[in-house]
């Protein structure tokens, strides 16, 4: 058996189920002519059988390595920004804040939560006393000079940082921030 043995499966699965939906185009894409696809549709089950469990493999893999390193770069994009929204909704970000920072929907904050186990009690938060207000304030004014404006990624980012500091809630200094400084840094 050969390192692929299971690559004439694999593309008759994907061939059968796009022949089934319709899909021509796509099995054209994987190279087939419009004769084999025919062929492929008047075959029956056993023959199915046989052509997906031969030893000779009719497909091959061709790496395209400028897809892959550009796929490689985007989901290490996305698992930051997974590990950022972890972070955010541990420390207290809400539905609203995630929504502003990246889109996410009530359903998606709600079952990231679920998931992580993150148990948020309805209603108002706690607002921050004169002391945690001024702590974040002193905060702010250190790290600043990290980000260009609030909404940025390193703007979340420097929030996160002040709530694992603070202890407070991030939706808390998320608000306070955003008041004091409006959208961009030069408001500041």
Not at 43 to 63: C, P
């Amino acid at each position: 058996m050969t390192m692929f043995s299971n690559l004439n499966q694999v593309v008759l699965n994907e061939i059968l189920i796009n022949l089934q939906e319709g899909n021509i185009n796509v099995c054209r894409n994987y190279g087939f002519s419009k004769q084999e696809l025919q062929e492929i549709e008047k075959l029956s089950t056993e023959e199915i059988y046989d052509l997906a469990n031969s030893k000779a493999n009719f497909a091959r893999v061709e790496i395209n390595h400028d897809t892959f390193w550009r796929l490689v770069a985007t989901a290490r994009i996305n698992s930051q920004e997974r590990r950022l929204i972890d972070r955010a909704l541990l420390l207290g970000g809400s539905i609203q804040m995630l929504n502003s920072y990246f889109g996410l929907t009530t359903a998606k904050v709600s079952s990231r939560r679920s998931l992580l186990g993150k148990q948020e009690p309805m209603g108002r938060k706690p607002a921050a006393s004169e002391e945690e207000e001024k702590l974040i304030w002193d905060l702010w004014q250190t790290h600043k000079t990290n980000c260009q404006t609030i909404e940025s990624a390193e703007g979340l980012e420097l929030l996160i940082l002040i709530a694992e500091e603070t202890g407070i809630n991030l939706t808390e200094i998320w608000k306070l921030v955003s008041q004091w400084c409006g959208k961009t840094m030069k408001e500041c």
